[in-house]
C-alpha cells in the first residue's frame, strides 16, 4: 500500500509524451503544444497610433497646426511632421516619422485653411511602439502549453496556421461487473446499470484524449482474460473499473499479471479509492480503478488524468489551489489521505458535500473541487486553507 505521492511519481516516471501532428489553427483549441512558438516579427510592428486623431510634436500643442497627410490603418505615411504640422491619424495606422504624440480627435478643433488646434490641457503619447509587446525570434508560447482561445489569437498574430500538437492517446475502458447493465436497460432485481464507463468517457474526453469504450465484462476469469487480451494490444491507455477489491470474484489483478502486465502497484492509501491498480505491458499503461462510480471518479482526478495530460505532453497544471474552510471539519480516522468532494460558497470558502458512500453520484454532481485532507490530519478549523484539486 503506497501514498499518493508516491503513485503519482511511478505513474509519471513511467509516462512519456507521445506524437506530435500539425493542425489547423482553430483545431488546436484544448490541445497542447508540441513546439515553441517563437514569434517571426515584432509586435506592435511598427509605432503606432492607440486613438484617431492627429499625429504631430509635443512641443507644438499651443500652435495651430496645418495638417499635411490623412493616414488610414494600413497606409504607410509618405511626409515627416516638422514644426506647427501634424497628420491626420487613424487607430492602428503607423505614425509619421517626426511625430511624437497623437492628440485625439475629441481633444481638437478644426480650424478654416485646413488646420486644427489642441483644445486640452494635457495628452498622453497615444503611441503603441514597435515591439513593446513582442520582439521578433521571442518563444510567446512554450512547448507543453494547453492551448485556450487567448493563445489562438497569439498563434495568428506570429504566423502558426498550423501549430504542431501532441497527439491525442487512445483510452480504452472497461467496466467489469456482472450486475452491470447499461443505461438504456432497466436493471433486474439484483442488476445496477452502469454508471462509471459513461462517467469515464466523458473524462477521458475532458482532458483531451480519445476514449473508446469496450463494454461490460462479467465476473468471470475467462471473460476478463479476453477482454484484457483484447485491449491491451495496440492502445495506448486501458481503464477498467470495478473487480478490484477482495471479493471472490474480482480477477482483475490477477488477470493483468497472468497477461504480462507488469503491476507497479495495487492499493494507494486514499479514501475512497484504496484498490488502484496501475500495470506498464510493453507500451500500454493500465489502470484498475475502484466500481464505485464516486471512488472510480475521484482516482480518475487525481491520478489518471494527470498521467493522460503528463501522456499529451503538459508542462504545468493549474488545478490545484489553497482555499478557506467555511466551516470546522472533523473526520474519525486520519490513516488514509481523504478526498472529499466540494464546492465553494460566493464568499470563496470551501463546503464539502455531503455523501453516504462512493456510490452516492447524486451528491457528487454538486462539487466542483476536491478537498485532500492529509494523512496524520483528522480536523481543521473554520478559515484555515487547505489544498483542493478543481474538477
Ligand atoms: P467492485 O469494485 O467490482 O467490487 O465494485 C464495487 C461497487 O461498485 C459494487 O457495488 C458495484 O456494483 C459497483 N460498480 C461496479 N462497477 C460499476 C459501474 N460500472 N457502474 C456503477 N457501479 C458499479
Ligand atoms: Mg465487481
Redesign the pocket.
Known sequence: MIRIEEALKIVSDNCKPGFSEGVLLVESLHRILAEDVISDMDMPPFDKSAVDGYACRMSDLTNELTIIETIPAGYFPLKQIGKGQCSKIMTGAKVPDGADCVIMIEQTQSIPENKVRFTGTTTSKNISHKAEDIQSGQIVIPKGTLIKPQHIALLASVGYPEPKVYKKPRVVIL???S??VEPHKFPGPAQ?R????WQLQAQVLRTGALPNYLGIIGDSEEETDLAIKKAIAGNDVIIL?????M?DF?FVPEILKKNNVDILFEKILTKPGMPTVFGVHNKSFVFGL????VSSFLIFEILVKPFLLQLMGINRDHSTLRLPLANDFKRKKADRLGLIPAKINPDGELIPVEYHGS?HVLSICEADFIFFVPIGISEFKKGERVDVRQI
Open positions: 467496466s467489469t461487473g450486475e452491470l445496477i452502469n454508471s462509471n464507463a473499473t470495478g473487480g478490484v477489491s471479493g474480482d475502484p466500481g464505485n462510480p456510490a
